[in-house]
């Protein structure tokens, strides 16, 4: 369920009120959930943006439409409207958009997938790279593949090994190694040439 004040609500409705046209609410939506660049985008919604997959939250004077494929990452959110002397502020807080780090009792490759995502490939990303998963072997083994900057970099191995590695080997129980599976010699773009 999703929370909006009334403050908010207010806010709501004085845009719709200033948007005119055919406006009929307003669209709420996660932009790349379930990462850490998760975001919500919120948008005038008219009856043809619609597909029939939204959840419909009424409030007093519109409807909040929050995106079908969204709803899971937005449930619990809560929107509230600050007025301040330069107009006011609108802060949505969703607990859940980037996600939650599995179980305990998760399977190595879904561990393996949410510390990729969430803690390695936000650092990569500052050299323009990142790496994913392709196989966890039966013995432990992970294997991995560097895309970016980080396919045919001259540090690959050491990012490896002394990063990747030693992060994943920490975090999950069960990884035996990490070994990298990228034809190096394809890069492209290497962030230090090799």
Request: hydrophobic share 40%; proline share 4%.
């Amino acid at each position: 369920m999703i929370q909006i004040t009334e403050s908010a609500q207010t806010h709501f409705r004085r845009l719709l009120d200033s948007q005119g046209g055919d406006a009929i609410g307003i669209r709420l939506s996660a932009l790349h959930p379930g990462t850490p660049k998760a975001d919500v985008r919120l948008e005038f919604a008219e009856k043809a943006d619609l597909d029939g997959r939204e959840w419909a939250i009424d409030c007093e004077g519109f409807t909040l439409f929050v995106d079908g494929d969204s709803a899971s990452h937005l449930d619990g959110a809560e929107i509230d409207f600050r007025s301040n002397a330069t107009g006011g502020e609108l802060n949505i807080r969703a607990p859940k958009i980037k996600g939650t780090a599995p179980a305990e009792d998760a399977s190595i490759p879904e561990r393996v997938r949410w510390l990729i995502d969430s803690e390695i490939n936000p650092q990569l990303a500052a050299h323009k790279g990142h790496v994913r998963l392709e196989e966890v072997t039966a013995e432990g083994v992970v294997l991995l593949r560097f895309g970016g900057g980080c396919q045919g970099c001259g540090m690959a191995d050491v990012t490896l090994k002394q990063g990747i590695e030693k992060t994943l080997m920490a975090k999950v129980p069960g990884i035996t190694a990490v070994r990298d599976a990228t034809d190096h010699d394809s890069g492209e773009a290497p962030y230090i040439a090799r």
